[in-house]
């Protein structure tokens, strides 16, 4: 069963897109949002798994509700314009449906929905969740190019759509894993989910440095700054104090 949240300002597209997913009784919509403020309030309050999630709205645009999301649930955005489609793929969308949307093309979302769901079932039985401590070494591969390298030399993980950016001495390759799957599998202790798009290596801080609307920028020590949500911040400062 999974709850889901639709986001949309056009009543007749939220009412029409409630009557299809009637034919898949596993996804219960527990909720209607009519803009991306009204969205993040109720994402906070339903804790939905899966939003169908309209792009172009009066106050912000889907993507601008994604980027203040700390966590995204998983998203399928349903728009009228196929422009946004290759931008939509970069926030690790499952599907991007066109207005009007048509059932098969539900269908075929809702599958891709059920295959990840399975994947991270399967993922999870086989022990792959087991937890990294900073002196376990890891495999990298980008392109050609391979590395062995110890946690501990990671200094931070960017979001790169459906990749991730590693940072270690001079070198950012690329890696498939999405940062909520690396987030799960690092030592909380060691590695911070700092916002959206960064995981940052505790160790490998230079400096921290208060920043507007109550939140952190952090200076590693490869010279990046890094923004601390306001959020995570609350965080950061319980997990470092005495």
């Known amino acids: 069963m999974k709850k889901a949240l639709i986001i949309d300002d056009e009543r007749l597209a939220r009412s029409e897109l409630k009557k299809l997913l009637a034919d898949h009784p596993e996804i219960v919509v527990v909720g209607e949002a009519v803009n991306a403020k009204d969205g993040i309030e109720k994402i906070e309050t339903l804790r939905p798994d899966l939003l169908f999630l309209d792009i172009q709205m009066p106050d912000k645009t889907g993507f601008d509700l994604l980027a203040e999301l700390e966590r995204s649930p998983q998203v399928i955005f349903t728009t009228a314009y196929d422009e946004y489609a290759l931008k939509a793929f970069e926030y690790n969308a499952l599907d991007y449906l066109l207005k009007p949307v048509e059932p098969k093309r539900l269908a ?4 891709k929905l059920h295959q990840q769901d399975e994947k991270e079932r399967l993922a999870a039985a086989s022990g792959i969740r087991n ?27 960017e979001s790169v759509g459906n990749y991730a950016r590693v940072y270690f001495e001079t070198n ?8 909520n799957a690396l987030e799960e599998r690092l030592d909380e202790k060691v590695f911070f989910r700092a916002n959206r798009k960064h995981i940052v290596n505790l160790r490998m801080i230079e400096r921290i440095d208060t920043y507007f609307n109550g ?19 609350v965080k950061f400062k319980e997990m470092m104090s005495l």
């Open 215 to 233: 939140g952190l920028l952090l200076e590693m020590r490869g010279g990046e700054k890094i923004e601390v949500s306001r959020r995570q911040a």
């Open 172 to 179: 950012k390759p690329l890696i498939l894993k999405s940062l």
């Open 108 to 111: 075929d979302a809702i599958h």
């Open 131 to 157: 937890i990294l401590g900073e002196n376990d070494q890891v495999f990298v591969k980008d392109g050609d190019r391979c590395w062995f390298v110890k946690l501990q030399e990671i200094r931070l993980f």
